[in-house]
């Protein structure tokens, strides 16, 4: 799957968009970024850039970013990675942003489809019965 979220910020958020730009640029250009992560059960390292397609600041008043990452059966990055690593904004993010999943794209065949799209080919349009005869 490709999902694209949106990461919306308050008007007054006290954070350099400029810094955060280039933060992304940098992440993006990086071949691979290993992370620690832990769970209930381990710590295991993990490459976090291989799931991220794309970063970009879409306004900056207010703040809002959008990243594009990818999902399969390895996982795919965690929201708070990305506000650490692509955004380069450590535990120092006050107030938090608003996280919003704007889509969702599947992989049908190689072709990546809104799954809306599936859904409205598969099923046949309602047609009203209509209260008189033709």
């Known amino acids: 799957m490709i999902l694209r979220y949106e990461y919306a910020w308050a008007h007054r ?27 209930s059960k381990s710590r295991a390292p993990k490459d976090i850039r291989k799931y991220v397609l794309t970063a970009q ?15 399969d059966q390895s996982g795919t990055i965690r929201m708070n990675e990305v506000i650490t690593y692509i955004f380069g904004l450590g535990g120092k993010v006050a107030p938090m942003p608003v996280i919003t999943r704007q889509s969702v794209l599947l992989n049908m065949s190689d072709v990546f489809v809104d799954p809306m799209d599936i859904v409205a080919h598969a099923v046949p349009p309602h047609r009203p019965k209509s209260n008189h005869h033709d």
């Open 13 to 39: 958020a006290d954070i350099d968009a400029e810094q955060m730009k280039a933060c992304m640029t940098s992440f993006l250009a990086l071949p691979m970024l290993m992370v620690e992560r832990e769970n």
């Open 57 to 71: 600041i879409s306004t900056r008043t207010p703040l809002r970013a959008h990243v594009g990452v990818f999902f």
